[in-house]
């Protein structure tokens, strides 16, 4: 009987993490973005939850009440979402953190916020997803990797782990070359840490290299958190996102996004949610413009020169009065 009251504890424990396996941890926020207490958080409610704090109206309502916007007259002028594919390993940083129901991957959630919000936005906006370790210059990485004490940066997996570390805070800081910001725009940038996952999958959750990965890791985000407040003066939204059973559905998602295959798909074009109302009023506006000059037209040329029109009544006995 303890046997079987065991695994269905065990049962159990891993449903629960299988369904909220992901976490959510929010680094910095301005003072007029503010996160409190608040249960699980979808992955497909992810881009509304950003897209609030960046001042738009959300697209669909949600029952997640972590966010409260203090001041709607000043939204942050960018968010940063560092998404982490951790393989079960937690990144528990300092600020609020949730529990994420991956439901859906980070791909999605990033071409839903720019498809959704983008065509929304009345000012420019940028939407940028940079993959780390594809963004780094091999010079500077090299010259930057991370101290380690277990980790062997000579042999792999380590070494691809410590390369993407020092590539981190390099590619944060294009951040400052393509931002918006200074011409009155909102930036919104994924950054793509992958190479945890493998040390994971190599040593084991509660191996010393893992635990020295997860140090690192940690103080990397914290760099990148410090950094993006430098380039924004603190009117910036710096969150992580610990991934864990979605990896597989993103790593597909982008090899199909990245197929050259893929350009030539027959799809139909993706339009804006206001579409419809433009359409509508572009419509109806050019029939009544139509009509009205059709009127118009029919009426003057079946006009009564002596007895409606004022001109001819005017220039009439000017005409006699020269005869």
């Given at each position: 009987?303890m046997a079987s009251q065991v695994t269905?504890?065990?049962?159990?424990?891993?449903?629960?993490?299988?369904?909220?396996?992901?976490?959510?941890?929010?680094?910095?926020?301005?003072?007029?973005?503010?996160?409190?207490?608040?249960?699980?958080?979808?992955?497909?409610?992810?881009?509304?939850?950003?897209?609030?704090?960046?001042?738009?109206?959300?697209?669909?309502?949600?029952?997640?009440?972590?966010?409260?916007?203090?001041?709607?007259?000043?939204?942050?002028?960018?968010?940063?979402?560092?998404?982490?594919?951790?393989?079960?390993?937690?990144?528990?940083?300092?600020?609020?953190?949730?529990?994420?129901?991956?439901?859906?991957?980070?791909?999605?959630?990033?071409?839903?916020?720019?498809?959704?919000?983008?065509?929304?936005?009345?000012?420019?906006?940028?939407?940028?997803?940079?993959?780390?370790?594809?963004?780094?210059?091999?010079?500077?990485?090299?010259?930057?990797?991370?101290?380690?004490?277990?980790?062997?940066?000579?042999?792999?997996?380590?070494?691809?782990?410590?390369?993407?570390?020092?590539?981190?805070y390099i590619t944060a800081q294009t951040?400052?070359?393509?931002?918006?910001?200074?011409?009155?725009?909102?930036?919104?940038?994924?950054?793509?840490?992958?190479?945890?996952?493998?040390?994971?999958?190599?040593?084991?959750?509660?191996?010393?290299?893992?635990?020295?990965?997860?140090?690192?890791?940690?103080?990397?985000?914290?760099?990148?958190?410090?950094?993006?407040?430098?380039?924004?003066?603190?009117?910036?939204?710096?969150?992580?996102?610990?991934?864990?059973?979605?990896?597989?559905?993103?790593?597909?998602?982008?090899?199909?996004?990245?197929?050259?295959?893929?350009?030539?798909?027959?799809?139909?074009?993706?339009?804006?949610?206001?579409?419809?109302?433009?359409?509508?009023?572009?419509?109806?506006?050019?029939?009544?413009?139509?009509?009205?000059?059709?009127?118009?037209?029919?009426?003057?040329?079946?006009?009564?020169?002596?007895?409606?029109?004022?001109?001819?009544?005017?220039?009439?006995?000017?005409?006699?009065?020269?005869?």
């Open positions: 009987k269905a504890l065990v049962a159990l424990f891993s449903l629960f993490f299988s369904v909220y396996c992901g976490e959510i941890n929010v680094a910095f926020s301005p003072p007029t973005v503010r996160f409190g207490s608040a249960s699980v958080l979808r992955a497909t409610d992810l881009d509304d939850v950003l897209a609030a704090a960046l001042g738009y109206t959300p697209a669909k309502s949600s029952s997640w009440k972590g966010l409260t916007i203090t001041s709607p007259f000043s939204p942050p002028t960018a968010a940063v979402v560092v998404e982490v594919h951790s393989g079960g390993a937690s990144i528990r940083q300092a600020g609020s953190s949730y529990g994420l129901k991956e439901d859906t991957s980070i791909d999605e959630v990033f071409r839903r916020l720019k498809s959704i919000y983008g065509s929304k936005a009345q000012r420019h906006t940028l939407f940028k997803r940079l993959t780390v370790i594809d963004n780094s210059d091999d010079e500077r990485v090299s010259r930057s990797l991370p101290a380690t004490k277990v980790l062997n940066a000579t042999q792999e997996p380590d070494g691809t782990f410590l390369r993407e570390m020092a590539a981190l951040a400052e070359e393509i931002t918006t910001a200074p011409h009155g725009g909102q930036d919104v940038i994924f950054l793509e840490v992958n190479t945890l996952a493998q040390l994971v999958k190599t040593y084991g959750l509660g191996s010393p290299r893992v635990t020295e990965a997860v140090d690192i890791l940690r103080d990397e985000l914290s760099k990148v958190t410090d950094l993006m407040r430098h380039i924004y003066n603190d009117r910036v939204l710096v969150v992580t996102v610990t991934v864990d059973q979605q990896e597989k559905l993103s790593r597909n998602t982008r090899s199909i996004l990245q197929a050259p295959s893929a350009q030539n798909l027959n799809l139909a074009t993706n339009y804006s949610s206001d579409y419809p109302a433009i359409f509508n009023i572009i419509l109806w506006l050019s029939i009544i413009l139509a009509i009205s000059i059709l009127a118009t037209s029919v009426a003057m040329a079946t006009m009564d020169p002596g007895r409606d029109s004022i001109i001819y009544r005017m220039t009439n006995p000017r005409m006699k009065k020269d005869n």
